[in-house]
């Protein structure tokens, strides 16, 4: 069975990091590109950093300002997202995702996304 499982989403106060572990099942996570969208109450879904297959390309959108930092053990089957310096509007539950290809644009397209997991939610308030 073809599956994503999130884990690692918390409370957390403003400024504080959390990092966002995602594993894979029934398939072999390295063949493809990988990436993180989120979900805020009353928001559109928003692509959040991606890293391809290979990890010698990763993209992330322009609200990440270099606080998130995206990596991947293919030899575990896991992908990672690191958050940072995080702010109130990060609050949403975060999903991983495998691509068609990774890249800013891409991230911004429903079509680049082939399937996902049950997300993680991170709650950033004081």
């Known amino acids: 069975q073809v599956q994503l499982v999130e884990s690692g989403g918390d409370l957390v106060q403003p400024g504080g990091s959390l990092t966002l572990s995602c594993a894979a099942s029934?398939?072999?996570?390295?063949?493809?590109?990988i990436g993180w969208f989120r979900k805020a109450p009353g928001k559109e879904h928003e692509g959040v950093s991606c890293?391809?297959?290979?990890?010698?390309?990763?993209a992330n959108a322009d609200f990440v300002q270099g606080r998130f930092t995206i990596s991947r053990d293919n030899a575990k089957n896991t992908l990672y997202l690191q958050l940072n310096s995080l702010k109130p509007e990060d609050t949403a539950v975060y999903y991983c995702a495998v691509l068609d290809y990774c890249s800013a644009r891409g991230l911004e397209l429903s079509k680049t996304y082939r399937f996902w997991g049950q997300g993680t939610q991170v709650t950033v308030s004081s």
């Open positions: 890293i391809s297959n290979g990890g010698t390309i990763t």
């Open positions: 029934g398939f072999t996570l390295g063949y493809y590109s």
